[in-house]
């Protein structure tokens, strides 16, 4: 299959050399499946009605499900068996119900099961290595250090370019660029930029139309459970310290 956008934000977030996530688990899961949906929208495997008083911006009348919700498309389902599951629990969902059922609040550990298969697509195809080490000498863990640092390093550079406005950004990599910005990675992996300008560059990457009002309005509304997704974590450890 093609590589999922989803795939290379995982990318993204693994270092080089360590092979541990640059975020934290709590962001990164929930940005996964956003990512995921993203991809589905970019790709014409999901379409999203307009709000009630928007113009419509799709041909197909009428529309099978509510307003602002995914609906299916005449498209071919993916042929991930875990994507195309994915992509039928969210038709009929707004994007941050979609996150939020499928994934985030509940028992399934689809974000979980999408992260581990993302993984074992980066081994198969030969952009990172799976190795075990013990930390502190003890705890054994899985890490994923680059085997072919290529093709991440290829990304970096094209979010570089969209970051700074340097060159016109492609539908896909603006996508990749928002989100990487939703999980506040962009600092980590542009540590030569200014951060504030980073989140600013994120937030319009988020809120302009530049891929239509579907891919606007999904990368507006996963921004939002990925945060409270984020902060959740922080105010169960703060209020139990």
């Known amino acids: 299959m093609d590589r999922p956008l989803a795939a290379d934000l995982l990318l993204?977030?693994?270092?080089?050399?360590?092979?541990?996530?640059?975020?934290?688990?709590?962001?990164?899961?929930?940005?996964?499946?956003g990512a995921t949906l993203v991809g589905f929208v970019l790709d014409g495997t999901l379409g999203l009605t307009p709000e009630k008083g928007e113009i419509q911006d799709a041909p197909a009348q009428p529309y099978p499900v509510g307003p602002g919700r995914f609906y299916r498309t005449s498209a071919p389902p993916p042929e991930d068996a875990l994507l195309a599951r994915i992509a039928e629990d969210a038709a009929g969902k707004k994007p941050k119900d979609?996150?939020?059922s499928i994934g985030v609040y509940t028992f399934s550990d689809t974000t979980g099961k999408l992260r581990g298969h993302l993984t074992a697509w980066l081994v198969a195809e030969g952009l990172v290595q799976e190795s075990s080490q013990r930390m502190l000498g003890l705890f054994p863990r899985t890490v994923h250090p680059a085997r072919d640092p290529r093709t991440r390093r290829?990304?970096?550079?094209?979010?570089?370019?969209?970051?700074?406005?340097s060159n016109p950004a492609t539908p896909r990599t603006a996508a990749l660029a928002a989100v990487v910005g939703a999980i506040d990675a962009a600092p980590r992996l542009f540590p030569d930029l200014d951060k504030r300008a980073l989140k600013g560059r994120a937030k319009q990457l988020r809120e302009t139309q530049w891929a239509g009002r579907a891919v606007a309005k999904t990368l507006e509304e996963i921004t939002t459970v990925i945060i409270a997704?984020?902060?959740?974590?922080?105010?169960?450890?703060?209020?139990g310290s």
């Open 12 to 33: 993204l977030t693994l270092d080089e050399d360590k092979g541990t996530t640059l975020v934290d688990s709590s962001s990164l899961g929930p940005a996964l499946l």
């Open 154 to 165: 290829a990304l970096l550079g094209d979010l570089r370019a969209v970051y700074q406005g």
């Open 229 to 239: 997704a984020a902060v959740v974590p922080t105010i169960v450890v703060t209020s």
């Open 98 to 100: 979609a996150i939020t």
